[in-house]
């Protein structure tokens, strides 16, 4: 009913930056709040960044300060900025949204299918 597409993973070297993006479609009402998780090889999947639809946001304290969360409530996107990039910022990075639905009228929690982000020199 809701798909969440992640794009912008890749390889980049330590200090350096990547923009994540995740869009939203299908049968959408309204989401509240949509967010970023990741999960590093062999480690339970963490919250890295969340943003409620009114722009408040909630950050890890190990991102705070060199991620970004941001939201284009009209296209449904939702967006990080990751700068300062560390290797321990390897991980697959999941886009999550909480969504009530149109199909359902239900409220829903939903994920993407993950992007891998690789920082390494």
């Known amino acids: 009913q809701v798909q969440l597409v992640e794009s912008g993973g890749g390889l980049v070297q330590p200090g350096g930056s990547l923009r994540l993006s995740c869009a939203a479609s299908?049968?959408?009402?309204?989401?509240?709040?949509m967010g970023w998780y990741r999960q590093a090889p062999g480690k339970q999947r963490e919250l890295a960044a969340t943003s409620t639809s009114s722009g408040r946001t909630n950050y890890a304290d190990s991102v705070k300060g060199r991620f970004t969360i941001s939201r284009d409530n009209a296209k449904n996107m939702v967006y990080l900025q990751m700068n300062s990039l560390k290797p321990e910022d390897t991980a697959v990075y999941y886009c999550n949204a909480d969504v009530f639905t149109i199909a359902t009228m239900n409220r829903a929690n939903y994920w993407g299918q993950g992007t891998q982000v690789t920082v390494s020199s």
């Open positions: 299908g049968s959408i009402f309204t989401i509240y709040t």
